[in-house]
Structure formats: C-alpha cells, structure tokens
C-alpha cells in the first residue's frame, strides 16, 4: 500500500501545552474515582472513563501531528498518567502505556501509521514485550506468518490494534526482534488477569494463530531503537529520536509514582479529623506526622529524579545524537528507583493505619495495592537494574543492551 504521506495542516496542536493536558487529566479526576469500585469488579477500566481519555485527547500527548497529536516532549504522557493515577490507578496505567504506544507509533513504518491512524486518529494500540515460549514469526512473501502467545497487554480490551515484540526465525541463525502489529480480529484475548493491585488493567494475554502480517507491519526493533527510526521519514520532531525500549520504562514507573501520590493523599485526608480508641486526634500524632513527611520526601525525590531524567533525555533528542550506553542503564536504574521509593512512601503510612487500612472501601488501600503492582513490572526490577548499574560502577559490564539480552533469551525459546 502507498497512502498519501502529506502533512496534515492541523495548527491547533501548537498552542497546547503538557501543562494543558495534565489540567485536562485533573478535570477527569472525580469521575475517574468514582469509577474505581466498578473498575476493580469489572477487572477492566470502565468504557465511560476510557471515552473520557480519548475525548479529552489526553492520550494524544507524544502522537504525531501529522494525524492530530500534540507531539509534546516526551514525559508529556507520563505526566497526564501520574495526575490520573492519583485517582484510579488502573486507569492512570492504562493511560501511560497506551499514551507511550501512541509516541513510539509514529517511529514505525509510515505505511503502518497511515493505516493505524489515517481513517481514526482515535484508534488505541495495545502492546507486549513479553511471550511464551516458541511465540514467533516466520518470514513469507509479502510479510511475515505470526503464532503465539503474548503476555501482560494492559487496556487491550479496548484497542483496536495491538503491537507485539516477535522474534523472527530465517534460518539457523539468531531471531530478529520486530514489533508486529495486528488489527483487532487478528489475534484472540485470554482473560488471565486476576491481581491484587491494578486490577482494572485487564493487563489480558493475546493469542495469534497462523495470522500473515504484511511487511509494512513489521518494523525491526532495532531500528526503533535508533534515534534514525522508519517513522522519521515522516515525523521528524526530536520527540521521535529517544529509543523506544531503552526509554520505556518510565512509562510504567511513573503511574506507579502517581499511585504513591494517591496513597500518601488519602492517608492525609483520611486522618485529618479522625480520632483513636482513646479519642486522641490521630493527626496530632507526632508518629503519624513524621511517616507522612518521610513519605512526602520520598516522593518529591523521585520526582525530581524523573525530571531530571527527562532533562537529559530531550537534550540528547534536541542535539540529534544516540544515547550513551551509560546514560540508558543509569535511566533503567532510575525507573527502578522510582518505583522503589514510591512503594518505601505508599508502605509506611499504610502500615500505621491498622485493620482499618486494609479495607477495599479505603482508598489509601486501593492506591498502595496498585503501588505495589505498578512497581512489580520488570522494567522497574531494582535487583536486575541496580546489578547492571553496579557492574558499571566497576567496569564489569559484559557491553551487552538491552536488545541484545532480550535476542539472546529469544534465541533460547
């Protein structure tokens, strides 16, 4: 196919801000909670609060311009997932992982964006990194033929397409890593999720049968990777330069850190007022005082952390060059530090409410399970990212990436 590869002229993105899509998440912010009970029953993030996320266009922060997005910084999309976050966390996460599908979308093919967006600007994509084993692609005239079965696709319920990290099989030697998309009716959705925290994610498995995926489809991971993807034929803002694997993880740490937020903000109003067994006011409580301000700092340190990060991130993408390999693993280490300090602040308060903190009708209890779950994905493992940070420090590391490790264990399947 060879669609039409014009920019569009749509001039209203210009004037909005990341500031202006955070207020826009805030507005949503009532109604996204009052959602939450129904959200966790369903296992799923309601119809109503996902319509909300895509009238609102909160999604669109890192989507190209070229079909109706803001093109904003990257983090644009973290930040409106943090403000959700602190109300839902299932919906903040959704959010996050779809808004970063919606950025690293527009460094595929242009063929492949063309027929994602050209007709719905709307259209929501799915993702897995992660599959069974002997999940893979097999090249075929045209395209390539996919079959198995990929996990943990958060929000696919209401995607119209999804994209799945597919090793690909041409002979004897080592599989190629290539992200694969599949338009919903092409693939089948096993309902495995059944979590404590973030229950509403409906983070299902999808199962692919013997589909042929064209060859516009299918863009290598590798070179997604690259600050010079496919899509920058198309968009050529600095937003699409950072690599799409090595930059991800903040898409998950910072729902988490949103989540943590949340706790630490209904553990507050939850206390203001409220009097013991033996009518003392809680709040007066020096204990209760100083875990809420360690907490508070713990927060505003990951916080700053996140900043930085993305300080580092869009001066690199501004000055057009790749990033270091030291810089990739001390942003890995971050992500997996932000997560550990949003679950040391949502743990220490939690833990001095007693029973009462415990209930599902709590929600500094709903916001600390979903802190905690947030926090177990395995970008944000502090054992794997701190032990390759270590191995820096000391000059022990074996100069593998990313890709490389994720080829390797594919090769092995």
Not at 58 to 82: Q, S
Not at 137 to 151: D, L, R
Not at 279 to 307: F, G, P, T, V
Request: glycine content about 10%; proline content about 4%; hydrophobic content about 40%.
């Amino acid at each position: 196919m060879a669609p039409d590869t014009s920019v569009q002229d749509i001039t209203d993105t210009d004037k909005i801000s990341t500031a202006d899509l955070v207020s826009r998440a805030a507005a949503l912010g009532s109604s996204i909670f009052g959602r939450r009970v129904e959200a966790a029953a369903k296992r799923s993030v309601p119809a109503a609060s996902i319509a909300q996320l895509v009238e609102s266009k909160i999604l669109r922060a890192c989507m190209p311009k070229n079909f109706g997005g803001y093109e904003l910084p990257f983090g644009a999309h973290t930040d409106v997932a943090m403000e959700l976050a602190k109300h839902c966390g299932s919906t903040g996460w959704v959010s996050g992982i779809i808004g970063s599908h919606n950025w690293w979308l527009g460094k595929y093919e242009p063929d492949a964006q063309h027929e994602v967006w050209g007709d719905n600007p709307d259209a929501l994509v799915g993702a897995a990194f992660a599959s069974q084993p002997g999940s893979s692609g097999k090249p075929k005239e045209g395209g390539i033929v996919v079959s198995g079965t990929w996990m943990w696709c958060s929000g696919i319920d209401h995607c119209d397409w999804v994209s799945l990290m597919t090793p690909v099989f041409d002979g004897d030697g080592p599989p190629d890593l290539n992200m694969v998309l599949l338009k919903k009716g092409e693939y089948k959705i096993d309902d495995v999720w059944f979590s404590p925290g973030m229950r509403a994610t409906g983070s299902n498995n999808v199962i692919v049968e013997d589909v042929f995926v064209p060859a516009h489809r299918v863009t290598r991971v590798a070179e997604l990777n690259t600050k010079d993807s496919p899509g920058c034929k198309l968009n050529t803002s600095a937003v699409y330069k950072l690599p799409m694997l090595d930059v991800f993880g903040y898409s998950v740490a910072i729902p988490t850190l949103g989540c943590a937020m949340g706790t630490l903000d209904h553990f507050v109003n939850g206390m203001r007022g409220r009097s013991g067994q033996d009518k003392s006011k809680l709040a007066e409580l020096q204990s209760l005082q100083l875990r809420a301000a360690e907490s508070s700092a713990e927060i505003d340190a990951a916080h700053a952390i996140y900043r930085n990060d993305l300080a580092a991130m869009w001066t690199a993408a501004d000055e057009d060059r790749n990033l270091r390999p030291e810089e990739l693993l001390k942003f890995k280490r971050n992500c997996a530090y932000v997560a550990t300090l949003s679950k040391r602040a949502a743990t220490r308060v939690i833990e001095s409410m007693g029973a009462g903190g415990m209930s599902d009708n709590n929600p500094a209890h709903t916001s600390f399970s979903d802190t905690m779950s947030g926090a177990a994905h395995g970008a944000l493992s502090w054992d794997k990212n701190a032990t390759l940070w270590g191995k820096q420090l000391f000059g022990l590391n074996d100069g593998q990436s990313d890709l490389d490790r994720r080829t390797a264990a594919a090769a092995k399947d």
